[in-house]
């Protein structure tokens, strides 16, 4: 780059360093959506509320709420260039309008770091398990053994606790590295892996001629299997698997090079994250059926049904070996964004050294961690709130509640609250049928399903038990 050049961007850059290309951007972003969302928790949820019912919704969310917040996020961010937080803060001051809009960075700070106390955990699991795998420790074995391992995995909080461990320290050491030297340089090892990986697993997939039914099944309507919370379990996911709502897009979008597109940026991750859902997911039932698994085992379907079908099918050791280490590969490129927010954040306000902070929010994520990693074992009788262990809890309070609030707040922002010229400028929709489209969503469309599902959520939850309780049945 020229002298010239860089003078003359000096203000449209971040202070913690840009990606390299447009590309990397998006692979980046695409890094941070394709995570354990896809592979781990929408074939369960898929499987639990009616597979193509659930699904239905699922896009719904993702085309009219996904689509537009994921923009303004990226949006928010690049006009920023700043942590979510005084991003949000700097547009707001530039325009007039209250500091108070700032809190929702805020809650993206706190959210990153919940959502990845637990998903850390989990990825802990998925790490040990792609080493249980390669093993061959599940050759042969028969439903009860697989069962029995699994409990006694995550029932050991000691060992549950090594790999939870030593999946933090990696994600933070890469974190601690900076925007390239260390995102980057993850996105760029690890991303053409996981799309190779992907490819194998659907081949061996097919393979084991278990397709037609996986199909059937992720593409069968049950509506009798939906239950009240499907619409906010399909809004909260697709939330979620986007990883929009509580800023990590946004502190990505900070670091978007001003020459590429928002609106071609989201279009591929939004395709891409539901293609991998899709295609995972296929892979997966595809096994399991092949040999005439339960389909709909919940959230340790990964964990005790594929080993059983991996354990019983040609190569399975070494092809199950790969495909818990895909999921390791998507989980980690999720984990190093949800701390952006909060790292970027501290290291603006205190003018300090990026490695002492990731180090600090590190601990601090790691120590919230241990309640879930005691989820399943020394703490797993206690419930804060219905049957919900603290990882469950963590889980769903921020993809039920936390990310979909959030999300409201940002497409209120920009949607109501930004000028137009410069909202659709950083956009770059000059096409008017776009512009008009993309605002009726923002500022009606999104705030209103996102509210509408609220308000059902929140009818069948607490009126309807207020109702039954006063007039009876
Ligand atoms: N989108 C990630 C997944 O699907 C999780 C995530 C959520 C990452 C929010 C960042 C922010 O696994």
């Not at 009219?64 to 260039?81: H, K, Q």
């Not at 009860?144 to 995550?154: I, L, Q, S």
């Not at 489209?437 to 509408?452: G, L, S």
Request: proline share 3%.
């Amino acid at each position: 780059m020229s002298e010239n050049n860089v003078t003359t961007n000096v203000n449209d850059r971040s202070q913690h360093g840009m990606w390299s290309s447009k590309m990397l951007f998006v692979l980046a972003a695409v890094g941070s959506a394709v995570g354990l969302g896809n592979i781990w928790k929408f074939p369960y949820m898929m499987g639990e509320q009616g597979g193509g019912a659930f699904f239905l919704i699922y896009l719904f969310c993702i085309a009219l709420i996904g689509f537009p917040v994921m923009a303004a996020e990226i949006l928010i961010g690049r006009e920023g260039r700043m942590s979510p937080v005084n991003s949000v803060l700097k547009l707001a001051r530039e325009h007039n309008r209250s500091k108070s809009w700032s809190l929702m960075g805020w809650t993206g700070v706190f959210g990153g770091v919940l959502i990845l106390s637990f998903y850390a955990v989990v990825a802990g699991w998925i790490t040990f398990y792609i080493w249980r795998l390669f093993s061959g420790e599940f050759t042969g074995a028969d439903a009860t053994e697989v069962n029995e391992k699994w409990g006694n995995f995550v029932g050991d909080p000691v060992q549950v606790f090594l790999w939870f461990t030593g999946f933090m320290a990696v994600t933070i050491f890469f974190v601690a590295r900076g925007v390239n030297k260390g995102l980057e340089l993850a996105i760029r090892i690890c991303m053409p892996l996981l799309f190779i990986l992907l490819v194998v697993m659907l081949v061996y997939g097919f393979l084991q001629g278990g397709l037609m039914d996986a199909l059937r099944f992720m593409f069968h309507f049950d509506f009798s299997a939906m239950k009240w919370d499907t619409p906010i379990s399909a809004m909260g996911h697709a939330f979620f698997t986007l990883s929009i709502g509580m800023g990590a897009i946004m502190a990505y979008g900070a670091y978007m090079p001003r020459e590429g597109s928002v609106k071609s940026a989201v279009g591929i991750i939004v395709v891409i994250d539901t293609l991998v859902a899709i295609l995972a997911g296929l892979a997966i039932f595809s096994i399991v059926f092949a040999m005439n698994l339960d389909p709909a085992a919940g959230p340790s379907l990964l964990f005790k049904t594929a080993p059983v079908a991996f354990g019983n099918l040609p190569l399975g050791a070494i092809f199950g070996g790969l495909f818990f280490l895909f999921v390791g590969f998507a989980a980690f490129t999720s984990a190093i964004s949800l701390t952006e927010p909060a790292i970027a954040y501290f290291v603006e306000r205190f003018n300090t050294n990026r490695v002492v902070v990731a180090i600090v929010i590190g601990l601090i994520t790691w120590l919230l961690g241990i309640l879930s990693v005691l989820s399943t074992n020394v703490l797993a009788n206690l419930h804060l709130f219905r049957d919900w262990t603290f990882l469950d809890f963590f889980d769903k309070f921020t993809t039920y509640l936390v990310l979909p609030v959030v999300g409201l707040v940002i497409a209120v922002f920009v949607g109501w609250f930004l000028p137009w010229e410069r909202v659709r400028k950083g956009l770059d929709l000059s096409d008017d049928t776009m512009w008009q489209i993309w605002i009726i969503c923002i500022r009606y469309v999104a705030p209103i399903a996102i509210f509408t599902v609220f308000a059902f959520t929140l009818y069948q939850e607490v009126v309807t038990p207020l109702l039954r309780m006063l007039f009876g049945e």
